[in-house]
C-alpha cells in the first residue's frame, strides 16, 4: 500500500459509488429540491418556489466552492486565520449581494412585476445569511473529511516509524506491523516477527512498549501484542495468529478492538 492510499480511501468514503463529481451533483439536487419544498408559500405556490431556489442557487453555489477550494486551502489550512476570515466576510458579503440581485431582478420583478427596494437592509441581511448558512454546512462537512484524513495520515506515520531493536550483536530496524507479539522473560525481551524469526534484546517489556505506536497493547505483564494480528480472544486468551496468548483481567474487549478497522471474532 503506497502512502496515499490511506488518505485517497477516507476520501473516497464520503462519495457515493467513489464518485466525487456524482456525490456533488445528488448532494445539489437534493439541496435544490429540499428547500424549495420547506420554503414553499401557499399563496405563490410549489412553481415559484421551484423558480426561485433555481434563482438563487448559483449564487450559493459559487460561495461553497469558493470557501472549500479557495479560502479554505489557501488560507485556513496554511493558519492564515486573519486572511481567512477577512476574505470569507468579503465572500460572503458579495455572494450575498450577487443573491438578493437574482432574487430582485429574475423572481421579484419578472415573475410578480413588483419588488421590494434592492438596497432593503432586511432583505440583504436574510440573503448574507442563507449564502452563509449552505457554505457553513458544506465547509463543515469538509473539514469533517479533512480531520479523518489527517487521522489516517497520522495513525498510518506512526505504523511507519521503524523501531531499533539491538539483538545477536546487530542492531535490526523493525516495522511495527512486522512485529507479531512481545514476550518478557526475566531481564529479556523477546520479539516474534510475521516471518518467524524471534529476537531476544535485553531489556524490561515496559520499556520496549514506549517505542511502539499505540497498536501495541500489553495484555499480561509477559505480554505486549500487536492489535492488528490479534484474530481472536475470550476472557481468558488473546489469539495472534496460531498462538494463544494469556489474557489479564483487566484487558477489556474494547482495549483489544478499539484501534482496529473491522471487528475481531471472540471465540466461544
Known amino acids: ?13 464520503f462519495y457515493l459509488f467513489g464518485s466525487r463529481v456524482l456525490t456533488h451533483i445528488l448532494f445539489w439536487v437534493g439541496y435544490y429540491v429540499l428547500f424549495s419544498l420547506v420554503w414553499m408559500k ?7 418556489s421551484f423558480y426561485l431556489e433555481f434563482v438563487l442557487l ?3 453555489l459559487a460561495a461553497v ?23 470569507y466576510a468579503g465572500l460572503i458579503v458579495l455572494a450575498g449581494l450577487v443573491h438578493r440581485l437574482s432574487a430582485y431582478f429574475f423572481y421579484e420583478q419578472l415573475m410578480f412585476g413588483q419588488a421590494d ?4 437592509p432586511g432583505a440583504l441581511m436574510r440573503a448574507a445569511l442563507l449564502v452563509n448558512t449552505t457554505v457553513v454546512f458544506v465547509a463543515a462537512a469538509k473539514m469533517f473529511q479533512l480531520y479523518l484524513v489527517e487521522v489516517e495520515k497520522n495513525r498510518t506515520a506512526d505504523a511507519s516509524v521503524k523501531v531499533a531493536v539491538r539483538a545477536n550483536r546487530r542492531t ?38 514506549e517505542d511502539l505506536p499505540e497498536t501495541f497493547l500489553r495484555i499480561h505483564r509477559s505480554y505486549v501484542v500487536n492489535k492488528d494480528h490479534v484474530t481472536a480472544f475470550n476472557g481468558d486468551k488473546v489469539q495472534v495468529g496460531a498462538t494463544d496468548l494469556p489474557r489479564g483481567k483487566d484487558i477489556n474487549d474494547a482495549m483489544l478492538t478499539s484501534l482496529k478497522p473491522v471487528g475481531v471474532a471472540e471465540t466461544a
Open 65 to 87: 466552492y469558493a470557501m472549500i477550494y479557495v479560502l479554505m486551502p489557501r488560507f485556513l489550512l496554511v493558519r492564515q486565520y486573519a486572511r481567512f476570515l477577512m476574505s
Open 1 to 13: 500500500m503506497t502512502a496515499y492510499e490511506p488518505e485517497q480511501s477516507i476520501r473516497h468514503s
Open 58 to 60: 448559483p449564487a450559493r
Open 42 to 48: 401557499p399563496d405563490k405556490g410549489y412553481f415559484a
Open 172 to 209: 535490526y530496524l523493525l516495522d511495527p506491523p512486522d512485529i507479531l507479539y512481545l514476550e518478557s522473560m526475566g531481564n529479556y525481551v523477546t520479539y516474534i516477527l510475521a516471518d518467524g524469526e524471534k529476537l531476544v534484546v535485553h531489556g524490561s517489556i515496559k520499556a520496549a512498549l
Open 117 to 120: 427596494p434592492f438596497f432593503d
